[in-house]
């Protein structure tokens, strides 16, 4: 879902959560279906519709907690309203989104590391979405304007606001039973959005 491009000097929150995760990131982009030969829109709509059932429970615990270290902008950077437009350009309404499953076996997020580790995941996973909406953009004509928004969330900002989120990652002491918690929930986040795309039927 995100790079594993080493940064030099990278916080030691920051190594052990791209240790903690690699495996389960590279197990996770193999079953993704965007560059599949058999995707066509009817498959990539339901792909979003199960990252929608994924990314509305999951930023609604993350922000509804209080327990994000202060530093983390929730308005700029959520991804569901991203979501529900990109679902409504693809034919859905309002009631039809409402109406989709959304998962309910979510990490547990009861310390700020464990929010800490989610969010790890969450906005890692926009640094893919340049390749991602070009290669939609040329198989399924699907762009910004008519479902394919969310490929790319942060537009011409992804990379300055990635670098920003390891700032704040890098500012942010942990100890090592909280690095830890950090780890767990990121490890959680990613084997859980993998089992629910699965029980959705959207993977390969």
């Known amino acids: 879902m995100h790079s594993q491009a080493h940064d030099i000097g990278a916080p030691p929150l920051l190594e052990a959560l791209r240790t903690g995760t690699g495996l389960l990131h590279v197990a996770l982009e193999k079953r993704l ?69 959304r998962c309910i076996h979510l990490p547990d997020l009861d310390t700020p590391a464990a929010c800490l580790g989610a969010l790890y995941v969450l906005e890692g996973a926009t640094l893919g979405g340049q390749v991602l909406r070009r290669e939609m953009s040329l198989r399924l004509d699907v762009g910004a304007d008519n479902g394919g928004a969310f490929l790319n969330v942060y537009g011409a900002q992804t990379g300055r606001r990635w670098k920003d989120f390891l700032d704040y990652l890098g500012r942010l002491p942990l100890d090592a039973l909280a690095k830890q918690h950090a780890v767990n929930a990121a490890r959680s986040t990613f084997s859980g959005f993998e089992q629910w795309l699965d029980s959705q039927k959207v993977l390969l």
Do not use: M
């Open 33 to 101: 279906p965007f560059f599949s030969a058999s995707l066509d829109v009817d498959w990539y709509r339901r792909l979003l519709q199960a990252y929608y059932g994924f990314y509305r429970p999951i930023e609604s615990a993350l922000y509804d907690s209080d327990l994000i270290p202060d530093g983390f902008d929730c308005v700029l950077r959520a991804k569901t309203p991203t979501l529900v437009s990109d679902l409504h350009a693809l034919g859905l309404d309002d009631h039809g989104i409402n109406a989709l499953p």
